[in-house]
């Protein structure tokens, strides 16, 4: 309750300067950056499950590793993370015991300083996320028929499962923080290096949002963080007006693909196919810089199903890439520009029983998951298609909305253990785009 009434006082105090706000001339940049850093943080009942029975508990803290954007409007801020966060590993017997989570956050916020090269922000984040615990053993298969006569490795639970697609993503975190950033310049370039360090606290605000069988991870959602990251960043006084751009931009439609081998196999093996429809969402930066196009993606595909009376099963295809072009045609709000990506891709198979013992008999009887999973690059060439609707006179900033049509090509065969998979990942692909641009 202290924890939600504090956060209410919050907002309402971010809320007040607005008015004065819209009264100034206003001025913006924008920054993409990446982060990395460390978050303290307990699995506080596990570890006490662990020192009952005589076992040391698992190390605190966890990895994050971050993408970002934020505008700045005078003194006012808004922007969206996405986080990937790693725990620490730890063994017991032959069973690795680690943790992960992914995190997406809207940002709002204020400047504590003028505008200049040294910045100093207060910020806080809403959004949501998925949280993966497991305990599995490595057990090598040489085919995925080996494996699925056999795939428990040991228990897997997860909350928000963003394997079955972006969607499931659930609960409700929160972010307070402080940032502090210094710009670089860049010979012969508007664009300016922006080094930055965060520092604040994340937190999970409602008991109980992340109980998995029968026991609370709410403390692993939590936790003091510091991180220091490197951004580009595009001041107004550096450009004139349309010299360069930066937005983000949220992509949703369909891979003209389907995982046809995998299901041949799971057929074969007596078990249901997965959909074929995949979930798929994606988020991009992009930035211009004098007919010049570069951006940063990050796609996730989900698709899953009932295998069996017992068993669930999820198919996902994340991957991140690094892509650069050039806008081609521009009339009025109209955009046609063209792009060519570098990146790379994880795929991964998961089989989950559909029923499980709560802890600590969980524990004690962990053989119920497992997974197998391929990895390797892939290459895109992409046509953008973008609208640019001005929502205000003074055109501070556009809703971008728009068409993406393009084809993913893998470098490599993608094999999940025989299973090739390279035609599911060799696709055509459409996206719907909607985005904010200063």
Request: aromatic share 16%.
């Amino acid at each position: 309750m202290c924890r939600k009434t504090l956060l209410y006082i919050w907002l309402l105090g971010m809320l007040m300067p607005l008015q004065a706000f819209c009264q100034l001339d206003l001025t913006n940049r924008s920054t993409v950056y990446g982060t990395f850093g460390l978050t303290g943080a307990t699995n506080r009942e596990f570890n006490e499950l662990l020192s009952s029975k005589g076992l040391s508990p698992t190390r605190n803290g966890y990895m994050n590793f971050g993408l970002g954007f934020q505008t700045r409007y005078n003194d006012f801020l808004v922007g969206f993370e996405l986080f990937q966060n790693v725990g620490q590993y730890a063994t017991f017997n032959d069973f690795r015991i680690n943790q992960r989570s992914t995190r997406f956050y809207a940002n709002v916020g204020y400047a504590l300083t003028e505008e200049g090269r040294f910045q100093f922000l207060h910020y806080l984040s809403l959004g949501a996320g998925f949280l993966n615990f497991q305990m599995l053993r490595d057990t090598p298969r040489e085919t995925f028929g080996h494996f699925l006569d056999q795939p428990q490795q040991g228990f897997i639970l997860r909350d928000g499962d963003i394997h079955r697609g972006t969607s499931a993503l659930t609960g409700f975190l929160t972010e307070i923080g402080f940032q502090a950033s210094y710009d670089f310049f860049i010979p012969g370039r508007g664009e300016m290096l922006e080094v930055i360090t965060r520092f604040g606290y994340a937190f999970s605000p409602f008991e109980n949002s992340w109980e998995m069988a029968g026991m609370s991870f709410n403390n692993l959602m939590s936790g003091a963080f510091f991180r220091m990251g490197l951004g580009l960043t595009l001041p107004d006084q550096n450009f004139f007006y349309k010299d360069a751009t930066l937005g983000v931009y949220f992509l949703y439609g369909p891979n003209f693909t389907a995982p046809e081998a995998l299901n041949e196999a799971l057929e074969g093996a007596g078990l249901q196919p997965v959909a074929n429809r995949a979930n798929n969402f994606g988020m991009r930066i992009m930035g211009e810089s004098k007919q010049f196009l570069y951006a940063i993606d990050i796609y996730n595909s989900g698709h899953s199903g009932t295998a069996n009376a017992s068993s669930t099963h999820t198919l996902n295809f994340a991957r991140m890439y690094l892509s650069g072009g050039r806008k081609f045609f521009e009339w009025k709000n109209f955009e046609l520009g063209g792009l060519l990506g570098l990146g790379y891709a994880n795929l991964r198979y998961t089989l989950l029983a559909q029923q499980r013992p709560d802890f600590p008999v969980l524990f004690e009887e962990p053989f119920h998951d497992g997974y197998v999973r391929t990895s390797g690059l892939a290459v895109k060439p992409e046509t953008s298609f973008l609208y640019g609707i001005p929502l205000t006179k003074s055109q501070l900033f556009n809703v971008v909305v728009g068409v993406n049509v393009g084809f993913e090509l893998p470098i490599g065969s993608f094999d999940l253990l025989d299973v090739p998979m390279g035609s599911y990942v060799r696709s055509p692909y459409a996206q719907l785009v909607i985005g904010l641009r200063p």
